[in-house]
């Protein structure tokens, strides 16, 4: 029997064979009437099992004497029925146990082992044993529920203390005064209910009620006050890897205050019955201690990665074997009764204790991988790693995807490859954010040093495990090739840059030869052949052939202005590189009408960036060559009535003509002029892509590399 009513004593739970019914209001027991109970001074006398006790019970309206024999409480029984109690009691030691046994100095260890404590008073003085009638007027096991109710409401204090140090490493002055408030609170917060029960309520069982629930006011004000502590600081903690754990138990933390007030307090405040039996309460909260063991052991918030795995470990195979026991027991009461036996209970123990050997096995391996990756599997990373590298398309991805592979594959923070060069070191490939001193293992090929592999340890590991480190040099010692070739790859493409660009320095000087020295002196040669030939007179023999001499001077002119073009169009130097293809493309559409005013011509439009940065000479002559001879082929071959340029620069400079004429022939002779571009955006490093588009049209699509930074 439970005091639950305000105001009124009402069995709701009763044994085989009591001859109490659910429902019965208590009015006195062995002639106390509980409305005039004492409310400083509850229980009396002590009893013990086999005392029979007069009960005076109203029941369907009616007065009646009942003889009453006290049963010995049924511990195991009650433990069963409040399995949830037990776990979270077990979840509750396992975690602070762990954490203090590795970290004893930290302030969030302390503020662990202090909410286990506290928790252990409440559910051992509280949890498993209700408060019954009797305890009222008799014996001192009022004083037992008392106590552990008391250490329910200082275990929200308790949870603040673990808000308030999470995650620091040294308490403030100030934090010392919140953390005591912390655990003061509860206490002020009964002594107003107190207070508000003396003015509200004159009936002694009324007040009663207030007395037996100091938790209640603590409810209402302590789960909005750890949620704002949990708020601010992960505000406050913008990028650091404590984040996301502060994430976790305010979630935790959440969800537990808000199923339980929905279950359990706003019903029994309302209609006085829970939604779900009280054995059930704890169940919610068993995120909690879940949450702060997954944040440690996920985001090595106190670096008891090993520790704290092997308790989640061993948690859940105890849960595990609650659970098969509790299903086993009542299979078995469902279909052949009750049981009784010791020796047949000590069987199916033995039996989950067998079974769980190799379920420990497969659970212990099933969350390493999930927390560690594959660490323990070396072979399985470099198998993985060699399947994403034989679908990589070029040399210059390979690096990035070995880093992304295998800080994956061991759920690394931090992973980089160096390539060393010429006594000095570049980094190539990069995933995740550095954690304090990275480890560094070398690459080596044929016995050179060709790199190094960085890698960022785990929150504040001094160094890396065994496991990490024998699957890390799996890795390395077949990512030596791999780092030679992209090396190689690396030099071969920046001694191809800087051919290009010495070939376009001596374009321009051969250029600015011709057109500051070999020019003018041409042009004065041809004016003296124009005066010699006046002087001796155009008809005269001598006259004819000077005017030869000259026609011929002035085609070599010609022909010197044309190779001086096609080294350099002179049109990028003087108005740059997006102007010059408008003039260019406007004098095409121009012409492609031939003078005919029924004639529409090409339109071209140019889709390009406002502002353009400064290209190396060798990209923006490949630019301009590229779209001019696609556009040049829009207008002899496409039939197009339109034609779209597009530029657009991000890493790279990206170039795209789209006409809507007929396409491709099906054989094409590869023509000189789409040799040209693929060779132009080849020698850069580029590609040059001439495809056939699916509803008519060609579309040129060229890609020309930028210099990277360090390049």
């Avoid at 009893?47 to 409480?73: H, M, N, P």
């Avoid at 889709?607 to 001879?629: G, T």
């Amino acid at each position: 029997m439970s005091a639950v009513s305000i105001g009124h004593i009402i069995v709701s739970d009763i044994e085989p064979g009591s001859v109490l019914r659910l429902g019965d209001e208590v009015i006195a027991i062995d002639g106390q009437r509980l409305a005039e109970l004492p409310v400083e001074r509850p229980g009396g006398a002590r009893t013990q099992a086999g005392d029979v006790l007069s009960y005076l019970v109203e029941r369907d309206g009616q007065a009646l004497t009942l003889r009453v024999t006290l049963q010995q409480f049924p511990i195991l029984r009650a433990m069963g029925e409040w399995w949830p109690m037990v776990v979270v009691a077990a979840l509750l030691v396992a975690t602070s146990v762990t954490v203090f046994w590795a970290r004893p100095r930290d302030p969030a260890a302390h503020a662990t082992l202090l909410t286990s404590a506290v928790g252990i008073v409440a559910i051992t003085g509280a949890g498993f044993f209700p408060l019954m009638a009797v305890d009222l007027v008799a014996g001192d096991q009022f004083w037992r529920h008392y106590t552990g109710q008391v250490a329910f409401a200082m275990l929200w204090g308790a949870v603040l203390h673990f808000a308030v140090a999470f995650p620091a490493t040294t308490i403030t002055r100030r934090q010392k005064w919140l953390i005591a408030g912390g655990y003061a609170g509860p206490l002020v917060l009964y002594g107003l209910l107190w207070l508000v029960t003396l003015v509200v309520y004159s009936e002694p069982l009324e007040r009663v009620h207030a007395l037996v629930v100091p938790v209640l006011p603590a409810l209402f004000v302590y789960p909005p006050l750890i949620a704002t502590v949990l708020v601010r600081k992960y505000l406050g903690l913008r990028g650091e890897p404590t984040r996301r754990p502060i994430l976790w138990l305010l979630v935790a933390l959440l969800a537990s205050v808000v199923a339980y007030f929905t279950i359990w307090v706003v019903p029994v405040l309302a209609t006085g019955s829970p939604l779900v039996p009280y054995e059930m309460q704890a169940l919610p909260f068993m995120a909690v201690p879940i949450a702060m063991s997954a944040a440690v052991l996920r985001y090595r918030a106190l670096n008891v990665e090993v520790a704290v795995s092997r308790m989640v470990v061993y948690g859940a195979l105890t849960i595990g074997a609650i659970g098969v026991y509790v299903g086993v027991v009542s299979a078995w009461t469902a279909l052949f009764g009750p049981v009784t036996s010791v020796w047949w209970q000590a069987v199916v123990v033995a039996g989950i204790a067998v079974l769980s050997q190799p379920v420990r096995r497969r659970l212990q391996a099933l969350i390493n991988r999930r927390l560690y990756g594959d660490r323990d599997d070396p072979y399985r990373v470099v198998s993985a790693l060699a399947s994403r590298l034989e679908n990589t398309p070029t040399a210059a991805t390979m690096l990035p995807e070995i880093v992304d592979t295998v800080s994956a594959a061991l759920r690394l923070p931090y992973m980089a490859i160096e390539i060393q060069a010429r006594g000095r070191s570049e980094t190539a490939a990069t995933v995740g954010v550095p954690t304090g001193e990275p480890h560094r293992m070398p690459l080596t090929f044929h016995g050179e040093r060709v790199g190094a592999l960085v890698v960022g340890r785990r929150s504040a590991q001094r160094e890396l495990t065994r496991p990490d480190r024998i699957a890390l040099a799996e890795v390395a010692r077949h990512a030596g090739a791999a780092v030679y070739t992209a090396r190689l790859t690396r030099d071969l493409r920046r001694s191809r840059d800087r051919l290009v660009r010495a070939r376009e320095m001596e374009r321009r000087r051969i250029l600015h030869e011709l057109h500051d020295g070999v020019g003018p002196t041409l042009a004065a040669v041809a004016l003296g052949l124009d005066v010699s030939r006046r002087t001796v007179g155009d008809t005269s023999p001598t006259g004819e052939l000077l005017g030869r001499l000259r026609d011929e001077l002035q085609a070599a002119i010609v022909e010197i202005r044309r190779l001086a073009h096609g080294l350099r169009p002179p049109v990028l130097d003087r108005i740059g590189l997006i102007p010059a293809i408008r003039e260019y493309a406007g004098a095409l559409a121009s012409r492609t009408g031939g003078g005919d005013a029924s004639a529409a011509g090409v339109t071209i439009v140019l889709e390009v960036p406002s502002a353009m940065p400064k290209l190396p000479a060798p990209v923006d002559v490949a630019a301009y060559r590229i779209i001019c001879e696609a556009l040049t082929n829009v207008t002899r071959h496409a039939a197009a009535s339109s034609c779209a340029v597009r530029l657009w620069v991000d890493d790279d400079l990206h170039i795209e003509v789209v006409d809507d004429g007929v396409g491709l022939p099906t054989v094409t002779n590869g023509g000189v002029g789409l040799s040209s571009m693929r060779e132009r955006a080849t020698e850069l490093g580029g590609e040059c892509l001439v495809e056939a588009e699916s509803e008519g049209g060609t579309r040129v699509f060229a890609t020309l590399p930028l210099p990277k930074e360090g390049a």
